[in-house]
């Protein structure tokens, strides 16, 4: 992707619900674009970059409904709308697959400001950001699409948010702590889909473990 151009889903203002930064105010910029494949994705509208689908800035950031609209927009210009018009000084990069772009001038934009930056990213991709970014790595193990972990990207994260439905998905956070050899970074399980029965299992894990519960504290409260 060109390192300059961002192709955006959607941008809007809320209180991130997930890991660290919880109860944070934040501005999400949802970038289009995945070829990762997770069957349970939530944000699958944001897979496909399709010309058909483009739409001007104002169209997408008044955007109520999700779609597969989305518009492109020059880093610098992302900078200063989100400046102009939102008061957060948090701004989360999500997607679609966030790190398919290089997000490093952009995160710059924000970091040399009052504002700190945030990318929530499948380990898939290199990581292109300013050193200060805060990343979450939400590894993508044995996805549809055939991805594979970037070591590089593992290395980087500075906590790992693992989704979580059953047991297997623990056995598999388990492998992968082992294999990419992690330590010293935060481990968060988030339940699938606030299923009951998954989120006792992350709570049971996360004491035998001494890991962390994200639990989607912005839908329990009716945000995005």
């Not at 619900?17 to 995945?34: A, K």
Request: proline share 2%; aromatic share 10%.
């Amino acid at each position: 992707m060109s390192n300059d151009l961002i192709n955006i889903n959607e941008v809007f203002q809320t209180i991130q619900g997930e890991g660290t930064f919880t109860g944070t105010p934040s501005v999400f910029v949802r970038l289009q674009g995945c070829d990762v494949g997770c069957a349970f994705c939530d944000t699958k509208h944001t897979w496909q970059v399709d010309s058909a689908n483009i739409k001007n800035i104002d169209y997408i950031l008044n955007k109520t409904l999700d779609s597969e609209k989305y518009s492109w927009i020059q880093d610098f210009d992302l900078y200063q709308l989100i400046t102009n018009k939102f008061k957060a000084k948090h701004i989360v990069f999500t997607g679609g697959e966030p790190c398919l772009y290089d997000l490093t001038r952009v995160t710059n934009y924000f970091e040399q400001g009052e504002y700190k930056t945030q990318i929530e990213t499948s380990g898939t991709e290199v990581i292109k950001c300013n050193i200060n970014t805060w990343v979450t790595v939400s590894p993508k193990i044995d996805m549809t699409g055939g991805k594979k972990l970037v070591s590089e990207s593992v290395n980087r994260a500075n906590e790992i948010k693992m989704p979580i439905g059953k047991q297997k998905d623990i056995e598999k956070l388990k492998k992968f702590i082992k294999d990419y050899k992690v330590k010293d970074k935060k481990i968060y399980l988030q339940p699938l889909s606030q299923s009951k029965k998954a989120t006792q299992l992350c709570i049971d894990s996360c004491i035998q473990y001494n890991w962390n519960i994200s639990i989607q504290t912005h839908k329990y409260i009716g945000l995005r």
